[in-house]
């Protein structure tokens, strides 16, 4: 069994519950749910705040393509029929316990660029089309160079590269850049800039990505739109607010409802493995 970091939120009570459930349990009634948040805390849970959880469970239920869970009225139920990839558990260990602040920087970062690549294969479903991470650190056989990044892409998409904004500036607010060309490979197509926030502070960063700036540095011939990833399941009273500062919002259960047959690149999905194992061990009780 794995911690509850914060016992108190409905939401993270529910994360906590799909993580178990796709782990460690077939199926966990209200009674016993009460009893372990009661072990947690010394006080019991009163009946609202367990609706609460319920109701919350229901709402991803009718959002999910194919739901993992299944919510009767006293009990919460692992749906058998549904298997998903190492990605939703990705997220889920991402949205209950974001990216620990004591963690070193180059942990902070791996957790971070995880995220990107598995949200880069989400947008590609999304869009039909082709994707390049371009969120620092840069990969492996990628520039670390700004300027040589966004030359990179403007050469790519087929659009007329500008300028470069100073060399301090590491990716400039966007992590994934995703296109759906045309077969003649001229410009003017639907591209889409990407940020990615895969930690608990997301609503922080609706509003750090210049548009405008991007603008500058290349010519598009039809201006690109802006999206935004994050690992939880936003609530209903942050959406419209969120997706008016970040653009298309893509959460947990879109990037699970676009990534429905799974990632399709071994690498990723062994890095995955290794990092999701090395989390559930940190965070068993």
Not at 157 to 170: D, G, I, M, Q
Not at 228 to 249: K, T
Request: charged fraction near 20%; proline fraction near 4%; aromatic fraction near 10%.
């Amino acid at each position: 069994m794995i911690e509850i970091p914060d016992a108190q939120s409905h939401r993270a009570v529910a994360d906590w519950l799909e993580i178990h459930l796709s782990i460690f349990a077939a199926s966990i009634s209200k009674a016993e749910l009460s009893s372990y948040l009661e072990g947690l805390s010394g006080d019991e849970s009163t009946e609202a705040f367990l609706s609460s959880v319920w109701n919350e469970l229901l709402s991803r239920q009718s959002q999910y393509m194919r739901p993992p869970f299944i919510v009767s009225e006293r009990r919460i139920i692992k749906n058998t029929a549904v298997t998903y990839g190492v990605e939703y558990l990705t997220c889920l260990i991402l949205s209950l316990y974001g990216v620990n602040d004591h963690d070193i920087s180059g942990r902070r970062m791996r957790s971070a660029k995880l995220f990107e690549r598995l949200s880069g294969f989400a947008l590609q479903e999304y869009l039909g089309g082709r994707f390049f991470l371009f969120g620092w650190p840069a990969l492996d056989g990628t520039e670390p160079a700004i300027q040589a990044r966004i030359q990179q892409v403007s050469t790519e998409l087929n659009e007329r590269f500008v300028e470069a904004p100073a060399a301090t500036y590491k990716d400039r607010g966007v992590d994934i850049i995703a296109w759906k060309p045309f077969a003649e490979g001229r410009s003017c197509q639907c591209v889409i800039l990407a940020q990615c926030a895969a930690g608990k502070d997301w609503r922080n960063k609706t509003t750090t990505l210049p548009m405008d700036a991007w603008t500058k540095y290349i010519h598009w011939a039809s201006n690109p739109i802006k999206a935004f990833f994050v690992p939880c399941v936003i609530p209903d009273n942050l959406w419209l607010e969120a997706s008016w500062e970040a653009g298309i919002l893509f959460d947990r259960i879109r990037i699970m409802n676009l990534l429905n047959g799974g990632i399709p690149d071994e690498q990723l999905n062994q890095d995955l493995l290794t990092w999701t194992t090395e989390q559930l061990s940190e965070h068993e009780v």
